[in-house]
């Protein structure tokens, strides 16, 4: 066998931008490396701060209602066949009539499309929308998948700023300047990951109408959709499809607690029927020809999930979070080092700035991060994995004991790390 260098020629070889993308720190591979620092020995257990997956905990539950539907639609054996490429008629047009209650313009099952989760819409559309030098604006900080995806598909990236001083609002000065001629999209993530905000009617309208000046599209990843518990209302950005194209990403997976369901959905809102004549619709049903969707049994339960889940479900999941925002909120402000420039009002996140220059032997977010882990056996996720260095993002979508004593324990790690006065 040859050793050493590679000797003879081989016809195959990776797409450096493949590597590029795997390289990225997404919240998957950060969180992976954090937990290799656990202490093995440490009789606590570990407080997950940094994954936003709430489903193992009691007080989180999802509804029986889903669990039946699922189990009905398996016995019913409707649905053990392939499912269409685009989705099942019944749960996209379940899925059309859940979004219709909220937007002027009706949409018809044929403006929905499923995939396997939300992740799978990210992919799907990123892919429709790259070309040479083609480029996309996405926030920051931001979830860190959308900057993966556009990598693999090698669309240029310009991220543009939210602001931690106003809320965590658009940038709208900032955008304008990154777009060109070359500019296909800009992204939201509303209510917003990592941040925890929501936006409001009026800055929707303004971001809608800066993407019409820019000539470009909105894709609105609304996945935390509904989980919000300030006083911002909620507002889909389908609401401004009238005025430029709003291409809506979600999933059952938050507000129905099932992230290992991977149900999702793309959908478009544009009665205008730009996307149509551009053959960006097409462009969507190619690419889902060539793709896997969900499995055809949860497709199957949609209807029934849709129909029948009670309101006092979605209250209860969100009194929840209200408790844990504050009790998140509230702790972190006995914390010197740490600060949080704005109490959140939806998703299951916050972020947090730290204050280095009050700590001993610390330099960055990943060494703290690292360290709270393996002295505290608590895992946040370091703010360079959305691309704000020294902040964090931390979860409190998790039992409120579990939070109280995770909080504690990050309260002690800061003090006896804190730089003598």
Same mark, same amino acid.
């Given at each position: 066998?040859?050793?050493g260098?590679?000797?003879?020629k081989?016809?195959?070889q990776?797409k450096?931008?493949?590597?590029t ?10 969180l992976t490396?954090?937990k ?14 940094g994954h936003?997956?709430?489903?193992a ?15 009905? !639609?398996v ?8 499912s269409?490429?685009?989705g099942?008629?019944?749960a996209r ?22 995939t396997?989760g939300?992740k799978?819409?990210i992919q ?5 929308? !790259? $070309?040479?030098?083609?480029n996309?604006l996405?926030p ?22 939210l602001l ?8 709208l ?12 999209a ?5 209510p ?22 820019l000539?470009?599209?909105v894709i609105?990843?609304?996945v935390y ?11 889909r ?15 059952m997976?938050? $507000?129905?607690?099932?992230?290992g ?10 009665p205008?029927g730009?996307?149509?004549e551009l053959?960006i619709?097409d462009s969507?049903k190619?690419y889902l ?6 499995a ?5 339960a949609v ?9 006092d479900?979605?209250s209860k ?11 998140c909120?509230?702790r ?5 080092c740490?600060?949080?420039p704005r109490?959140p009002?939806g ?5 947090v700035k730290l204050n280095?220059?009050l ?7 990943m ?5 709270l ?12 994995a ?10 409190f979508?998790i039992?409120?004991s ?9 309260k !002690?790690?800061?003090?006896r ?5």
């Amino acid at each position: 066998m040859e050793s050493g260098a590679v000797k003879k020629k081989w016809g195959f070889q990776v797409k450096q931008e493949h590597i590029t993308a795997t390289a990225t720190l997404t919240v998957r591979s950060a969180l992976t490396i954090i937990k290799q620092n656990l202490k093995e020995n440490d009789p606590r257990p570990i407080i997950p701060l940094g994954h936003g997956d709430p489903s193992a905990f009691p007080c989180f539950r999802t509804t029986p209602v889903a669990a039946d539907a699922v189990v009905d !639609a398996v016995r019913s054996a409707e649905f053990d066949c392939y499912s269409p490429s685009v989705g099942i008629l019944p749960a996209r047009r379940a899925i059309a009539d859940y979004l219709n209650s909220e937007l002027p313009c009706k949409l018809s099952p044929d403006d929905v499309y499923l995939t396997a989760g939300c992740k799978q819409a990210i992919q799907v559309i990123l892919t429709v929308l !790259a $070309r040479p030098g083609a480029n996309i604006l996405l926030p920051k900080p931001g979830f860190p998948l959308y900057e993966a995806n556009a990598r693999h598909t090698r669309l240029e990236i310009r991220h543009f700023d939210l602001l931690p001083e106003k809320g965590w609002e658009v940038d709208l000065d900032g955008l304008e300047a990154l777009a060109d001629e070359n500019t296909v999209a800009m992204v939201i993530v509303n209510p917003g990951n990592p941040c925890g905000n929501v936006f409001t009617y009026q800055q929707l309208q303004k971001i809608a109408e800066k993407a019409r000046k820019l000539g470009i599209m909105v894709i609105s990843d609304e996945v935390y959709d509904h989980l919000t518990f300030g006083s911002t209302p909620y507002v889909r950005m389908g609401v401004f499809g009238s005025t430029v194209p709003v291409i809506t990403l979600g999933s059952m997976s938050k $507000r129905w607690i099932v992230p290992g369901w991977r149900l999702g959905w793309l959908v478009t809102s544009d009665p205008s029927g730009i996307l149509q004549e551009l053959r960006i619709v097409d462009s969507i049903k190619g690419y889902l020809n060539i793709s896997s969707g969900p499995a055809t049994f949860v497709q199957g339960a949609v209807p029934q999930i849709f129909k029948n889940t009670k309101e006092d479900f979605f209250s209860k999941i969100v009194d929840i979070l209200r408790d844990t925002a504050d009790i998140c909120y509230d702790r972190i402000k006995e914390i010197p080092c740490i600060t949080c420039p704005r109490k959140p009002e939806g998703s299951m996140f916050v972020m947090v700035k730290l204050n280095l220059s009050l700590l001993e032997g610390i330099s960055d977010d990943m060494e703290f991060a690292l360290q709270l882990a393996k002295e505290e056996s608590v895992i946040v996720l370091p703010g360079m994995a959305v691309g704000m260095k020294n902040w964090l993002r931390i979860t409190f979508a998790i039992e409120p004991s579990a939070l109280e004593e995770g909080l504690g324990r990050i309260k !002690a790690f800061c003090q006896r790390h804190a730089k003598q006065q």
